[in-house]
């Protein structure tokens, strides 16, 4: 399971504080995302990077916020403006456009009460 | 940008029965597209993936189907096992993107 770590597995945290989830890749590729799934639903892209210093919003950026200081890590804050950030948080990475793989971490659970 | 509808939503078969799941894209310059595996409370996995200068790829019990002209791609699965449960997820991108746009998914259910 090397390549795409996130960090911590399972996160708990009290409404109004900002949070900070781990995103960790050695696969040397250019472009990082970040998902949010709730239970039984599907992929909702939140932000993406394509290089480093460089970063977009997705369909759902509202109450995030990122940061990609170098190209292994991108870390993703979920701060107390959403509204609704109990949910499975998936990171991936791939090596940039065309034809290739998108590869996934094992994702953070992230509970806010 | 681009769309991408998939078709069940859910799905049951017995042990042994084929399981096909349909998506549909919009966008004609699409050109990758990847089908992932999702098991309970764990990262979406490939399975497999087609590129559009190819119409069909096969992997053991696993295939994918290509229509360009139509803009849907299919997955088959034969001699489903138990294992084979889980939650799939189609998924297109065009050459020039960085995003992957990705069907609903379709929770597939296999029944001994």
């Known amino acids: 399971d090397g390549g795409i770590t996130q960090s911590p597995k399972y996160l708990f945290r009290k409404e109004g504080q900002n949070v900070t989830l781990s995103c960790e890749q050695n696969l040397n590729h250019d472009a990082m995302y970040w998902y949010r799934q709730d239970p039984g639903q599907g992929l909702r892209l939140i932000y993406y990077?394509?290089?480093?210093?460089?970063?977009q919003k997705g369909d759902i950026a509202e109450g995030y916020s990122v940061s990609r200081e170098k190209k292994e890590s991108f870390p993703l804050t979920v701060t107390s403006a959403q509204k609704n950030p109990t949910a499975f948080y998936l990171c991936a990475s791939s090596p940039g456009t065309g034809p290739y793989e998108q590869y996934f971490g094992p994702g953070t659970r992230l509970t806010v009460t | 940008g681009e769309n991408v509808e998939q078709h069940p939503s859910t799905l049951s078969v017995q042990e042994g029965d084929s399981a096909v799941i349909k998506c549909t894209y919009s966008?004609?310059?699409?050109?990758?597209f990847p089908w992932y595996k999702q098991e309970l409370g764990k990262r979406p996995q490939l399975i497999i993936d087609?590129?559009?200068?190819?119409g069909e790829k096969k992997d053991q019990r696993i295939a994918v189907t290509l229509n360009k002209t139509a803009k849907h791609f299919s997955l088959h699965i034969t001699e489903t096992q138990p294992e084979d449960s889980a939650v799939y997820f189609c998924a297109a991108r065009t050459n020039n993107d960085y995003k992957l746009s990705f069907g609903a998914g379709t929770t597939v259910t296999v029944r001994a």
């Open positions: 990077s394509q290089i480093v210093n460089d970063f």
């Open positions: 087609i590129r559009s200068n190819v």
């Open positions: 966008d004609s310059a699409s050109n990758y």
